[in-house]
């Protein structure tokens, strides 16, 4: 009954431009800080992004930060990723999590987990 479900993810070259969703069910959204998270084959999962119960704090990874930028619609219990200016280390699995934290996502302490959606960046 606990879900979280991304889309948006695929292929695109290098200087594009996906955005991912991540649709929430089964737990009150609203009371939860959602994360991005993203992981490569053989890379452990790293912090993508993260942002607070209500949405009026955000945090990115420096490796993303100017490019990318996350977003929540409480009504629709959706976060967005939109992801500009690709690169192709920018590719690897991405996933959305779930936190009972009011503002911040850490890796190891995350409630609820999405399976994940597949980012491709390249030529």
């Known amino acids: 009954q606990l879900q979280l479900v991304e889309s948006g993810g695929g292929l695109v070259q290098p200087g594009g431009s996906l955005r991912l969703s991540c649709s929430a069910s089964g737990f009150t959204f609203h009371r939860y800080a959602i994360g991005w998270f993203r992981q490569a084959p053989g890379k452990e999962r790293e912090g993508v992004s993260c942002i607070s119960r209500s949405g009026g704090s955000t945090n990115y990874a420096d490796s993303v930060k100017g490019r990318f930028t996350i977003s929540r619609d409480n009504a629709k219990n959706t976060v967005y990723l939109q992801m500009n200016s690709l690169k192709p280390e920018d590719t690897a699995v991405y996933y959305c999590?779930?936190?009972?934290?009011?503002?911040?996502?850490?890796?190891?302490?995350?409630?609820?987990w999405g399976k994940g959606t597949l980012v491709t960046v390249s030529s």
């Open positions: 999590a779930a936190s009972l934290f009011e503002n911040v996502c850490p890796r190891d302490g995350m409630d609820y």
